[in-house]
């Protein structure tokens, strides 16, 4: 029995495409009569079966084509299979066309138009799309992600010849680099090595007082006397020489704590004048000074 199925909301199926379902329907009706006429003839599958698996088909193959042109075919068979091609046929075509709805038809069996009715124009909004029917898959349950830090992570088994190799490897480039680097401080190192050398020489050729590491005990006020009358200084000629204050000198001669860099200056100033003066006095120095005078220059 043809009806219309203009009042469909969304869309319908082609005229060609109405006609394959209308031969289906045709044919399964057909067989009904014979099995009525015939009881002894029994179809594997009833009308309503065949009409259900080529519509669903047919509507399955429809939305693939058209969400994804050229996918992959699913698992079916038989009316599902047919109903499957003719759909994805008719997508092919209307793409072909430019149509973006199916044209309606008069002549579609209201059985189909039921079901697609039911099964697909109520209530489907127009982003909907039809998955492809598949064989069901096996649930493989993922294992959980391990979320624990390294330490606490189970140690993997180690290659030992590749552990090897590695230390080797990395003891050669340790080794190469300390090479480097102990070259390249040493050739750093030897000028300035030179510089404090040379500059050390030139200061103790331009001091006139000797290179004498040894410590300096204070002086004695006898001593500091004894070398004054030797030179012939006064007070205030020792403390203009020695840069030091008058008081200074008047303090050391009566063996009164001073600074030892007053002591050390004083010294340094006789010890110069002896230098100065020449071997005269050489000997009275020596004697007088003998505790706290440093060695003779050379």
Aim: net charge positive; glycine share 6%; charged share 25%.
């Amino acid at each position: 029995m043809a009806t219309s199925i203009q009042a469909l909301p969304m869309k319908s199926l082609s005229p060609g495409h109405a006609r394959t379902a209308a031969a289906t329907i045709a044919a399964a009706e057909k067989r009904r009569e014979l099995r009525a006429n015939n009881p002894d003839i029994r179809a594997p599958h009833t009308t309503t079966s065949r009409l259900r698996a080529f519509a669903d088909g047919f509507v399955t193959g429809y939305e693939i084509e058209t969400a994804t042109p050229g996918g992959p075919n699913p698992f079916v068979k038989g009316d599902r299979f047919r109903g499957f091609e003719a759909g994805r046929t008719e997508a092919i075509l209307n793409r072909a066309r430019g149509l973006s709805d199916v044209q309606a038809t008069d002549h579609l069996p209201e059985a189909i138009e039921k079901y697609c009715r039911d099964r697909l124009f109520s209530e489907v909004p127009d982003n909907f799309t039809i998955k492809a029917p598949r064989r069901p898959a096996r649930q493989q349950t993922a294992q959980p992600r391990n979320t624990a830090p390294m330490d606490d992570m189970p140690q993997l088994k180690q290659n030992h010849a590749l552990d090897k190799i590695t230390a080797a490897t990395g003891q050669k480039i340790l080794s190469d680099m300390k090479a480097q680097l102990t070259a390249q401080i040493q050739g750093m190192i030897a000028p300035l090595r030179r510089r404090l050398d040379d500059l050390s020489a030139s200061l103790a050729q331009s001091s006139h007082l000797p290179i004498d590491p040894q410590p300096m005990a204070p002086l004695k006020g006898a001593e500091l006397r004894a070398a004054r009358a030797l030179l012939n200084w006064t007070q205030d000629e020792l403390a203009a020489n020695a840069g030091v204050s008058k008081r200074f000198i008047r303090l050391i001669e009566l063996d009164e704590p001073v600074p030892l860099k007053h002591h050390q200056a004083v010294a340094a100033s006789i010890h110069a004048a002896h230098i100065i003066v020449g071997n005269s006095v050489e000997a009275g120095l020596n004697a007088t000074f003998s505790a706290w005078v440093g060695r003779k220059r050379a």
